[in-house]
């Protein structure tokens, strides 16, 4: 019966996934006729977010009000289900690792959907990416970056990794932040070992 419920969820997951993509899509093809392209599209993406964090049984607690864009905000990573959390709540666009881009179907629709890659092996890359970072908060947008650089399984925080930050730095403009952090129910897999995907 577990089983089933996790490919039931799978599966929820994936035709999502694919739904909103289309749309973002159309958003985008009808963007030449004077459609705002990334309103929509962040309007899809927090949709997107929302549904995914209902397919899994996510229940959030916020504790403070999302910021608006533009903003840059830092936060902890524990899962790759922060992604679903982050989005739900914030208009915005991720920085993420260039590895995402190879992954089967999913890399190629990340890749298409507004995502920054960094590639954190080329030290170069540090100044093309802070360029994307400053155009996109110039023209309205909210970033988020795991300056971690990696998942981790929520004890503490790791070093950050602070050269993505330059912008505002340089900007002297404030720096939001989360912190995420997981429950399951009595008698469960502690969330660390269930929902974290960690050692990376």
């Known amino acids: 019966m577990e089983l ?5 969820k799978l599966a929820g997951f994936i035709i999502a996934t694919l739904f909103f993509y289309s749309l973002i899509m159309l958003c985008l093809i009808f963007s030449f006729l004077g459609v705002n392209y990334e309103k929509l599209r962040g309007y899809l993406l927090r949709t997107w977010g929302k549904t995914c964090c209902r397919i899994f049984g996510i229940e959030l607690k916020i504790k403070n009000p ?5 903003f840059l905000l830092v936060s902890n990573h524990l899962s790759y289900i922060d992604v679903f959390v982050l989005f739900s709540q914030l208009r915005c666009l991720f920085v993420a690792k260039s590895d995402v881009k190879s992954w089967p179907l999913f890399g190629f629709i990340i890749r298409t959907s507004g995502i920054l890659f960094i590639d954190r092996e080329r030290k170069r890359d540090v100044t093309r990416v802070n360029k994307l970072i400053s155009k996109n ?3 309205n947008q909210g970033i988020i970056l795991f300056p971690e650089g990696t998942t981790s399984p929520g004890f503490d925080i790791l070093p950050f990794r602070s050269s993505l ?5 340089s900007q002297n403009m404030p720096v939001s932040y989360a912190a995420i952090s997981y429950e399951t129910g009595e008698g469960a897999v502690p969330a660390y070992q269930s929902i974290c995907w960690w050692d990376e």
Do not use: D, K, M, S
Not at 4 to 8: D, G, K
Not at 165 to 169: D, F, G, R, S
């Open 137 to 139: 908060i110039n023209n």
């Open 4 to 8: 089933i419920r996790v490919f039931i």
């Open 66 to 70: 999302a910021p608006e864009p533009p």
């Open 165 to 169: 930050l330059e912008y505002p730095a």
